[in-house]
């Protein structure tokens, strides 16, 4: 039950249905100003989302992604902060993903993984930390700070895969590509395995690390005493403090869990599927977590939910760009930022008609039953 | 005249022609966030005028109905962000970065489906541009020792929105101190209780102050890609809406500051092209991507250091709900 007396259901599905289907509308707008019919657009980018097993593996591996970065934001927002910064926190993470992999990647991948999630955690995790220090400390605050960050850190990678971390005698700015024992298994091949033959797709196991990390993300926020410190200093930070919660504290905690969460991306992109490490692989998957974040309610589960939404726009996208040469993978960012506008910042457009509505209905139910 | 005095005029040219965007979009912000609004999408508004500046000079060839455009353009993304954020009580961050994100994909789409071309509309040339001017008098002063050369390159040459912002600036600074509007905008930033129970519309303020903000980003737009540059290029504005929102917070929300950090930015990245390959006596050659890097850790710095915990307008960032 909310505030306004709105049925669970109601509060947690219809609005954000609605709110999503208005932006969804307004996008066929925009391609029917681009001179294109919505209608096939549509149907195109289903049928490149979810047409065949390969084209499915995409839209999980872009899933995959997406949980990371829409995790990354929804945890940041509990305790009341604004993480635009996951594009970079996810480039130190590469960092720290690659840092491990070309030390030790003759390693096997299950020993390999844990002590790379762990360099990914660790690298954006701090470039996370730096903000949420600098938020608690100095009074700096983070929705500046991190996107400031986001700049210093495609810098930052940019000198060290151009001066220190090329592949000698290349000229392209990326590092030598990782042992093969170290590579994560595709989805395909462990299919394959089994018996069941399906395309290529760059999907691999990083997509169970992301269910685990949505798991623990919900044991943390709602059922460890830190969880309830970092919800409570979002919720309103004065009772926080009077209750004996350290708002500081719970600040950059939240701050450097949200740049872990964001570096994890690194584990799906660098060392689950390029195997090296390149500029700029984030590819905005860190802007469209905010997007995610929204659509899920900041709800582990809707972050799922949404991410899926959002991995087969990706890859309903691409292949739309390849069928219509008037598309271009920029149609998916619109999309993005009208969800954010419409599930994010216009939520309550549709709230107040619809509590209208459900108010009006409960007033009835108890005449009808008395007639 | 030494080579170096030349090398210091042609900096401070470099400074007044990166500040001028930056000025518009953190007076912007300022107008915005002294009536309550946080406008975290002036650079959305700047890449939206951007866009339809160069997108309207390449058709229309002229170079202002371009500007024209974009602030009809950056003005309507400003009144969609005060009517999400006064008007339906939304969540200002938010929604200043769904514009972002928003103006982000729509310029390079549109730009394909208008004109064919990958992110970027037509090379402007001749009337679709403004172009530097030369202020009389140039040649008359050329021969007087330090003044000549100082008005000629510092004073002289630049286009005409370059002298607009310089007039306008002032005016936007005594609208604010001098006015009644202004006051009544200061108020509702601070207590807009107050005001409203002084019977004035707090949302109907807000409003108006949002238009004056989507004003000058449009005018900071339409210099990016039409005076500035050549044509609408995908995120050409990169990072500029943040870096004035930044030089508005180190400016503690207040006209004269606000410029001495928007200059010190601009003077960051002018070095910072300057710099490029030099060799510096006992240093050596500064990697490209350290100079890079200045304006953006000069920001963090700053708000870290200097500002501390800056106070902003009170009600900033908060949506006003009649009598709770």
Known sequence: MTGDGLPRWVDLALIPLVNLLVALLLAGVVVLLVGENPWEALKALVWGAFGSWDQIGYTLFYTTSLVFTGLAVAVAFHCGLFNIGGEGQALIGGLGVALVCLTLGDLPWPLLLPLAILGAMLFGGFWAFVPGYLQAERGSHTVITTIMFNFLAAILLNYLLVEVLIEPGQQVPQTARFPDAGHLPYAHEVLRALGVRTGPSPLNVTFLVALLAAGLVWLFLWRSRWGYELRST??????????GISPGRSIMLAMALSGALAGLLAINEVMGSQHRLMLGFSAGFGFTGIAVALMGRNH?????????????LYQGGSELAFEIPTFTSDMVVVIQGLVILFCGALENIFRRPIVAFFRQRTRETPQEAAA | MGETFLLILLLIDATVRVATPLLLAAFAGMVAERSGVVDIGLEGKMLAGAFAAAAVAAVA????????????????FALLHAYACVTHNGNQVVSGMAINILVAGLGPTLAVAWFGLNGITPALEGAGRFIGLNLPMSEWLAPIPLIGPVYAEVVSGHN????????????VALLIYRTR???RLRAVGENPHAVDTAGISV???RYRAMLLCGFLCGIAGAYLSTAHAAGFVRDMTAGKGYLALAAMIFGKWKPVPTVAACLLFAFADALQIRLQGVVLPGIGEIPVQVIQALPYALTVILLAGFVGRAVAPKASGIPYVKDK
């Open chain 1, 234 to 243: 979002g919720a309103n930070e004065q009772a926080a403090r009077y209750g």
């Open chain 1, 300 to 312: 582990p589960v809707g972050v799922i939910l949404a991410a899926l939404l959002f991995g087969a």
């Open chain 2, 61 to 76: 060839n002229s170079a202002w109905l371009g500007l024209g455009a974009a602030i009809v353009v950056s003005m309507s």
């Open chain 2, 160 to 171: 005409i929105l370059v002298y607009l912002t310089i007039a306008i600036l002032p005016l």
């Open chain 2, 181 to 183: 509007f202004g006051l």
């Open chain 2, 203 to 205: 949302a109907a303020l």
